[in-house]
């Protein structure tokens, strides 16, 4: 007779459901970024559009490939903390854009290294003129999770460091009023770092390998079960 025990059946019971939720979530999270894979190739793929005439509260902006032209501004800067590239620690730079048109964006111009010490900031390469840029909006998926203060001005001039981008915040800061999201600059796009970003912050891949390991444990867990409960029905007949 098969008898598992209370114990084990009572383990296998709570922890089997769990470990089939957590590998089929992965799955599901694996299919949601190879969506926006595919979502991001496509709209990089289609032709420019001009930022000025964006309705800025559609649904569907994300990744758009946009255009627009005017100048920066050098007074002020923004850098979101701890961004890493190769292996080194810097600042992701974030620049006010005035288009031709009077819009403002807050264009992501990629990463630069942070200096000797956190005290020591990057020099900020100024950008002169009337200028064309190109990018792809970014729409957040998660709101950031912050432990600090989200921002730290290290002078009174500037720049300010940012744990996060509140755009809401910077336009308060700076009297002025905003497109909601930010543009990263593409490659080749003037005023552009150091391009550091992914499209999504876990390849597919790993969801993928992360759901591999629950359903091992999963597995592991029922031949226990069934070991066990045979091994228990071995030892009453002794």
Not at 140 to 156: C, H, N, R, T, Y
């Amino acid at each position: 007779m098969f008898r598992p025990g209370w114990k084990m059946t009572v383990v296998t019971a709570l922890f089997a459901p769990l470990l089939f939720w957590l590998g089929t979530w992965q799955l599901e999270r694996e299919q949601e970024k190879i969506l926006l894979q595919q979502e991001y190739e496509a709209k990089q793929s289609a032709t420019p559009v001009d930022a000025d005439s964006i309705d800025w509260r559609r649904a569907d902006l994300a990744f758009s490939n946009v255009q627009a032209d005017g100048e920066f501004d050098n007074a002020h800067s923004f850098l979101l903390d701890n961004r890493v590239y190769e292996g080194k620690v810097g600042y992701e730079l974030l620049s006010p854009f005035r288009t031709d048109s009077g819009l403002e964006l807050l264009v992501n111009r990629g990463w630069v290294a942070q200096g000797a010490t956190r005290a020591q900031l990057p020099a900020i390469r100024d950008i002169v003129g009337r200028v064309h840029i190109q990018g792809s909006v970014y729409v957040p998926l998660d709101k950031a999770f912050l432990l600090g203060e989200i921002e730290e001005m290290v002078s009174s001039s500037g720049p300010w460091v940012l744990q996060d981008i509140d755009i809401e915040r910077i336009a308060a800061k700076l009297e002025t009023q905003f497109a909601p999201y930010t543009i990263r600059l593409a490659p080749g796009s003037t005023g552009l770092e150091q391009a550091n970003w992914q499209t999504v912050n876990m390849l597919p891949q790993k969801h993928r390998a992360y759901a591999v390991q629950w359903f091992a444990m999963l597995l592991a867990l029922i031949i226990m079960f069934v070991y066990f409960g045979f091994k228990n029905s071995h030892s009453d007949e002794g």
